[in-house]
Structure formats: C-alpha cells, structure tokens
C-alpha cells in the first residue's frame, strides 16, 4: 500500500490534553456542508450537501509517563498522520510545527526521516 506517514509530538497542558486530542483528530474528519451553485442572475441552481475532508487520517494518542494510567503524568501528545498525497502530510507538518509541534518522522516511501530526540 502506498500511503506518506509522519509522526508529531507536542507539549500540550495537562488539563488540556483531551480536548486537543479530539480537536486535531476532529479537524482532519470527514464533514458536510452545503454546495450552493448560482446562475449569472443570483438564482439558486443548486444546493446539494457535499463531502469535506483534508484527505488525511490523523490518530492522536495522549503520552503518559508512569507506571499505570491512575499513577501517570501527561507528558504530551503524539500525533500521527498518513495520507495518499505526499503534499498532504507536508502540509499538515508545516501547519503543526508552526504550532510548536516536533516531527519525529516521516515516511514518504523512498526517503524516511527519523528525529532521535524522541
């Protein structure tokens, strides 16, 4: 299969952990809005509801140090990322390391990249 991959972490707060993970991984999913289409008067031709995604599957996994989830510490997140377009995932990189987001490594088939600060 052919897919370009890169893995992410980033410090987030404690606090906020959960709501990053389902902002991010909610971002990247599939959603629907209307297509509004008008002729050169203004009319409405059509308006079917249409499909929205950014093409990417993103999983975010909440980083824990410790010996049990009771006892653990949140350390940060760790996002992963694969899609079909080696354009898409670079893009996603470059928008999360803006954000302060670290590449740890990505995958785009014949060149792997690895960072060993992980």
Same mark, same amino acid.
């Given at each position: 299969m052919k897919f370009y991959e890169a893995l992410l972490t980033v410090d987030v707060e404690p606090e906020f952990a959960e709501a990053y993970k389902k902002a991010i991984e909610g971002e990247n999913?599939?959603?629907? %809005?209307?297509n509004p289409i008008y002729d050169k008067e203004g009319k409405l031709i059509s308006n079917e509801i249409k499909p929205v995604w950014s093409g990417n599957y993103v999983n975010v996994e +909440? +980083?824990?140090?410790? %010996?049990s989830i009771e006892y653990s510490i949140i350390n940060g997140l760790k996002i992963s990322v694969v899609s079909r377009t080696k354009t898409n995932v670079e893009e996603f990189i470059k928008q999360y390391e803006r954000e302060g987001a670290m590449l740890i490594m990505k995958n785009y088939g014949n060149v792997v990249y690895e960072n060993s600060a992980e």
């Open positions: 999913d599939r959603y629907f %809005t209307e +909440i +980083i824990r140090v410790g %010996t």
